[in-house]
């Protein structure tokens, strides 16, 4: 039987407010934004039927962007206010047209003000995979899994990666370098010696290497439960618009090593060679190790998504430091855990324990090795 390690909450997500019931008010800090969004929502109020007296908060991320819900003609809708120069509405534009293209379920943008930074999405409801997977028995879990893998390997088979980001060198290190910056030097108040800082390159240069040697996909890159929806088709698909062209396992690895709850390593394995008797199929795939050699995928899952909780290490570290936002480092052991169990395993990567342990707490004892 899977087991599931629950966490720190997810960012709420808030159900719609009914016609009986007064909607939470809206707070804007900015009296010009709050302007410039009730001149563009006007004249779509009239197109799309909005009630506007209905506008009431849908929830909120880690990021600068808010999302709010308001009653149309059809149903409730989406308003994504992402205040610029923080945040740039255009990627989301185009990752949600190549995504409807691929016949993937994802909201539906309905008007855009890339200017000011607000959208018009259909809603895909308020069940997160995230709150779903939490209540769910066994074999409910693993029906949604399921899903969201076949979904995963239509993205990676599908969505257009032609002039997409290219998850490269210098974007893998600029993701590792949060960890030292943020996580041991801000939140540990800890100074790496040379030798240390030597540990760190050579480990980052091996995963690095290994992501730069996988076949090439669109990649989401926050693959994981509370940025899928549990709808019709399943699953609805949130939060792609930092999509890249990058390692093929980067969102198999994060799906299967969340942010928010944790599987028994038997449901990872089972899970993971699901997805990869589907992936080798992929063009991407083919003449590639990967398609006939699960253990070197596995692998590579593994150390990809090592790189991924090194990185959201700094990342949570940040939010809380920078961002005001300390709820996520909640969430830290959950990754320093993540980190251990894969560093451990591999002999290449044992250098990493000496660093891990004066943060995490967590003396290594035993542990696989390949």
């Known amino acids: 039987m899977s087991r599931i390690i629950h966490g720190a909450p997810a960012p709420i997500v808030t159900s719609s407010p009914s016609p009986d019931t007064a909607p939470t008010p809206v707070n804007w800090p900015d009296a010009t934004r709050q302007q410039a969004f009730e001149r563009w929502l006007a004249p779509l109020a009239v197109t799309h039927a909005l009630d506007v007296t209905s506008l009431a908060p849908a929830s909120a991320d880690a990021s600068f962007r808010r999302y709010l819900r308001l ?3 059809t149903g409730s809708l989406i308003v994504m206010d992402a205040p610029p120069p923080q945040e740039d509405v255009r990627p989301f534009v185009s990752i949600a047209r190549r995504i409807e293209r691929a016949g993937l379920h994802a909201p539906r943008v309905l008007a855009v003000d890339d200017v000011n930074g607000f959208l018009l999405l259909s809603d895909l409801g308020n069940w997160l995979y995230l709150d779903a997977l ?20 239509q993205w990676q088979t599908r969505v257009d990666a032609t002039g ?13 370098a949060l960890f030292p910056e943020w996580c041991v030097q801000r939140e540990f108040a800890q100074t790496w010696s040379e030798a240390q800082r030597a540990q760190w390159e050579a480990i980052c240069n091996l995963l690095v290497a290994s992501a730069l040697a996988q076949p090439r996909v669109a990649v989401h890159r926050d693959w994981m439960p509370r940025n899928l929806m549990v709808t019709d088709p399943n699953p609805g698909i949130l939060d792609f618009q930092d999509a890249v062209r990058g390692p093929i396992t980067y969102d198999v690895a994060s799906m299967l090593r969340d942010a928010f709850l944790s599987w028994d390593e038997e449901r990872e394995l089972d899970w993971a060679v699901r997805w990869w008797q589907q992936a080798r199929g992929i063009d991407a795939m083919a003449g590639h190790v990967f398609a006939d050699d699960f253990g070197e995928c596995w692998r590579a899952i593994e150390w990809m998504g090592l790189q991924r909780h090194l990185k959201v290490l700094g990342i949570f570290c940040r939010l809380k430091h920078r961002d005001g936002k300390p709820k996520y480092s909640a969430d830290l052991p959950r990754f320093f855990a993540y980190a251990t169990r894969v560093a451990t395993r591999y002999a290449p990567l044992k250098p990493l324990l000496p660093l891990l342990e004066p943060l995490s707490g967590q003396a290594v004892r035993a542990g696989y090795t390949f």
């Open 71 to 73: 009653r149309g003609r």
């Open 164 to 176: 997409l980001p290219d998850y490269d060198d210098a974007l893998l290190r600029r993701e590792l």
């Open 134 to 153: 939490r209540d769910a028995s066994a074999p409910e879990a693993d029906a949604l899994m399921r899903a969201a893998i076949g979904a995963l390997v």
